[in-house]
């Protein structure tokens, strides 16, 4: 979850079996253009960000699978003054390497995040960063930078009868200390574990699921003066069922990520997220026009509840819906452009906002 959706939706727009199982080498990339405004009663009037993003895979024999990828953002947010905050530059690089210490059932990977985004930023940047932060809106680019740190953990994989599997794996990431604020003080983050669960297989005639369980807790953030920010455990539930529609095929899907109460909330000194929960449905049509062609319609309803009382309140929701048109370039390139609207509410101070808002993007993979 941490890492930057730029280069998760690399994967997402392509179809679910991608040619990095079976080739060696794979290189993505893409350009995105994401803007959302919004009514009366904010402190801003538009978010807008355009992405680069960049990834290479490379297969070393049967065992080692490595990868890269970093992306160019630029962002900006309207405050409803007029006045523009800016934000353009790399974002960081992540390096990962994965290794089969029982090919298709143990693996290894490390994971480094080198930090070539921006480590520090002035204090006027700073409600451009939450804004595009949000899992609401879902921007691409979520986070600029950090100071790096590395990731190390196993994913294991066993057969469930004839058919089916089921995974499991565990992580735990380290951070480096660096001072998020130009003339601010050193922000050292907390260690995270992370443990995951999946199950899937087909059942039914053409049907197929896909499921996972994930559970994340992080330490408290040291930012100094004796004093931490911390945040609250999450569990995040993901399901899909891919199924035959007539001569097409509809994915359903949903996931949920709810944020636990921090366990030192009331502790003194500590800065504490509040609670949250976020969940998303959605259903994809893939529909083949040609034998190198498939045109992909979705539709995408998300809402987010949080706070830090007993009962959470509404933050928004936002309706999504466009479509993806993945075209086979050549044997070894295919090429997808998207075009998504959304529009939906947020709660202010008790006003109700609207949000409207595109998205486009097109994306490039090439293997061999």
């Given amino acids: ?49 355009f992405t680069i993003p960049i990834s290479v895979t490379q297969r070393l024999g049967d065992r080692l699978v490595l990868d890269v990828g970093t992306a160019y953002a630029s962002a900006a947010v309207r405050a409803a003054d007029g006045s523009t905050i800016q934000h353009a530059g790399l974002v960081d690089t992540d390096l990962r390497a994965s290794f089969g210490i029982i090919p298709g059932r143990l693996i290894f990977n490390i994971a480094g995040k080198v930090p070539t ?55 735990y990431r380290y951070g480096a200390s660096y001072t998020p604020v130009t003339g601010g003080g050193t922000l050292t983050p907390g260690g995270e574990i992370r443990l995951r669960a999946g199950l899937e297989g087909p059942f039914g005639q053409g049907k197929y699921f896909r499921g996972a369980l994930v559970y994340t807790t992080t330490g408290d953030n040291d930012i100094g003066g004796g004093r931490q920010s911390a945040i609250g455990d999450r569990v995040l539930a993901y ?31 500590t800065l504490a997220v509040p609670r949250g929960n ?20 979705m ?15 509404l933050l928004g929701y936002l309706l999504r819906t466009g479509t993806d048109l993945r075209y086979q370039l050549s044997e070894h390139a295919t090429g997808v452009l998207q075009a998504q609207f959304a529009f939906g509410s947020l709660r202010s101070q008790g006003a109700v906002v609207s949000i409207v808002g595109p998205r486009v993007g097109a994306l490039i993979e090439w293997s061999r």
């Fill in 1 to 49: 979850m941490t890492r930057a959706r730029s280069l998760v939706a690399l994967s997402l727009l392509l179809p679910a079996v991608v040619t990095a199982q079976a080739a060696n080498t794979v290189a993505r990339t893409a350009a995105f253009f994401e803007s959302y405004s919004f009514g009366t009663g904010l402190a801003f009037r538009r978010i807008s960000e």
């Fill in 117 to 171: 985004g921006a480590t520090t930023v002035p204090d006027t940047t700073i409600p451009l960063f939450g804004a595009t932060a949000t899992d609401l809106l879902g921007f691409t680019t979520p986070s600029f930078g950090t100071g790096g740190g590395i990731t190390a953990g196993f994913a294991s994989a066993v057969k469930m009868g004839s058919d089916w599997a089921v995974g499991t794996g565990a992580s």
């Fill in 239 to 269: 399901a899909a069922v891919s199924v035959p529609f007539g001569s097409s095929n509809l994915a359903l899907y949903g996931w949920e990520m709810r944020r636990l109460r921090a366990r030192n909330f009331d502790v003194p000194g």
């Fill in 278 to 297: 976020v969940l998303a449905l959605g259903a994809r049509l893939n529909r083949s026009l040609t034998p190198r062609a498939t045109l992909a319609p």
């Fill in 299 to 313: 539709l995408e309803f998300r809402h987010e509840l949080t706070g830090p009382a007993a009962k959470m309140e």
